[in-house]
């Protein structure tokens, strides 16, 4: 069974950065689509990053292209989301996702099947 472990959330001020971790175990981390998904107060859940199995193509949320940036190292069956310039509005928990075998590249939340239990990214102003 697929198990999904983030680390690196923590408390940072507005305009700093911090760099999310999530190890896959239990399968092959190759063949998964994987994404990071957060949920903030009161709101729903939004990808705000994925990125393909099939050939690395990433998707970003209009909230955080150009400040995030996600990555994965398939050695080390480990994904990644480095974070800059942290706002406010960016206070969540994040979620590392996994879909296996997923066709095309995940944009939707809803998509993926598999989930780590969540860290807490809190922005100060």
């Known amino acids: 069974q697929v198990q999904l472990v983030e680390s690196g959330g923590g408390l940072v001020q507005a305009g700093g950065s911090l760099r999310l971790s999530c190890v896959l175990s239990?399968?092959?981390?190759?063949?998964?689509?994987m994404g990071w998904v957060r949920q903030g107060p009161g709101k729903e859940r939004e990808c705000v990053a994925a990125?393909?199995?099939?050939?690395?193509?990433?998707y970003y949320s209009y909230s955080v292209k150009g400040r995030f940036t996600i990555s994965k190292d398939n050695a080390k069956n480990t994904l990644y989301l480095q974070m800059n310039t942290l706002k406010p509005d960016d206070t969540a928990v994040y979620y590392c996702?996994?879909?296996?075998?997923?066709?095309?590249?995940?944009?939707?939340?809803?998509?993926?099947?598999?989930w780590g239990q969540g860290t807490q990214v809190t922005v100060s102003s």
């Open positions: 996702a996994a879909r296996r075998y997923s066709i095309g590249l995940i944009t939707d939340a809803k998509e993926f099947d598999n």
């Open positions: 239990g399968s092959a981390f190759s063949t998964y689509t």
């Open positions: 990125i393909s199995w099939i050939d690395g193509r990433t």
